[in-house]
């Protein structure tokens, strides 16, 4: 049973710095392309980063702040963000797919997180 569990969120300052993190189990972690998504409150769920086989993508709005990387022995990724915005207040949700894209749209994961809550205070 595939497992994605989100950790790192919580309530910080504008300007402040959070590192998610994201436990995935039940799968072939090292082969999966791994993505961060976020949802804010009556929007979308939209695209953060995403790692994989090509390398690192980041949407505009967090390029230069947001960092995500991998550790494939601790079956774990990571989403450091730093420069925080009260824009960036929103559930981030973790995902698992093997997907052979860039990892930009959501339909390209197959396993997804309950998130965890991020709230930039201004």
């Known amino acids: 049973q595939v497992q994605v569990v989100e950790s790192g969120g919580g309530l910080v300052q504008a300007g402040d710095s959070l590192r998610l993190s994201c436990a995935a189990s039940?799968?072939?972690?090292?082969?999966?392309?791994m993505g961060w998504f976020r949802q804010a409150p009556g929007m979308e769920r939209e695209f953060v980063a995403a790692?994989?086989?090509?390398?690192?993508y980041y949407a505009d709005s967090v390029k230069g702040r947001f960092t995500i990387s991998r550790d494939n022995a601790r079956n774990t990724v990571y989403l450091q963000m730093n420069s925080l915005e009260p824009e960036d207040t929103a559930v981030y949700y973790c995902?698992?797919?093997?997907?052979?894209?860039?990892?930009?749209?959501?339909?390209?994961?197959?396993?997804w997180g309950l998130g965890t809550q991020v709230t930039v205070s201004s």
């Open positions: 995902a698992a797919g093997l997907t052979s894209l860039f990892g930009r749209n959501a339909d390209e994961y197959a396993y």
């Open positions: 039940g799968l072939a972690f090292s082969t999966y392309a």
């Open positions: 790692i994989n086989w090509r390398g690192t």
